[in-house]
């Protein structure tokens, strides 16, 4: 296992990147999905189980970035901005749905089928009403930081600066 340096991100950096960029892509696929034909809203159970799991990685994510943040490649204020905006959405919106789900008297939060949460006893409107506002529209956001990163990254590659080669290869 590679550790972070100054020149590229080590192998759990990387493990946590990419596994999470394919869970936000999955994520993107089930809200789009339903956005296009609500008879796709039978993809909410696993949008719940994913997100939940996306929450729990989120969080070890940045513990770990911030254990390792000396040994890391370092970037532009810009970049370094960018990245923060990225974890604080990663954060704030499955944390949203939690809080969202937790105030909600309709259903149990099953990950995968293994009971997480059971309904609140009576539905807590300031929390449904907190997931109802912020949930998709931050989610939304997050998805347009993350095309900017991904221009960016592709960018800079073009441009000889590899960035690319620092999370690959
Ligand atoms: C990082 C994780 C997540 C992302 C990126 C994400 C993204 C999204 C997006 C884009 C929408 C569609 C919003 C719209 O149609 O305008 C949505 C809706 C929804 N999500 Fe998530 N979600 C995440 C986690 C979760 C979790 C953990 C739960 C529940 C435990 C959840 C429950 C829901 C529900 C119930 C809706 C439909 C109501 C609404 O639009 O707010 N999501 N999500
Ligand atoms: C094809 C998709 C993607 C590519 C090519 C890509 C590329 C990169 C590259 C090259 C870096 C290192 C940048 C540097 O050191 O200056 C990076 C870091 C980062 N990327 Fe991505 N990325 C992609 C998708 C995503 C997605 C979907 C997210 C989150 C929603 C994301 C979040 C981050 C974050 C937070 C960092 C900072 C390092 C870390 O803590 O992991 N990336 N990405």
């Not at 039978?42 to 949008?47: D, N």
């Amino acid at each position: 296992m590679q550790p972070d340096t100054s020149a590229r991100y080590g192998t759990l950096s990387r493990c946590f990147h990419w596994i999470m960029a394919l869970g936000f892509l999955f994520m993107l696929g089930t809200a789009a999905a339903w956005n296009y034909d609500e008879a796709y809203f039978s993809l909410m159970k696993y949008h719940k189980s994913v997100g939940f799991i996306l929450l729990i990685l989120a969080a070890l994510r940045l513990l770990w970035a911030v254990a390792n943040h000396s040994r890391r490649p370092s970037g532009t204020l810009m970049a370094k901005l960018g990245h923060a905006a990225l974890y604080l959405l990663m954060l704030a919106v499955p944390a949203a749905a939690m809080i969202r789900q937790a105030g909600s008297d309709k259903h149990d939060l099953q990950v995968f089928g293994i009971h997480i949460m059971s309904k609140a006893p009576e539905k807590i409107e300031w929390m449904v009403e907190l997931g109802n506002q912020w949930h998709g529209k931050l989610a939304w956001l997050l998805f347009i930081l993350a095309a900017g990163h991904i221009v960016m990254a592709v960018i800079h590659q073009i441009k000889g600066e590899k960035i690319i080669n620092r999370m690959a290869r």
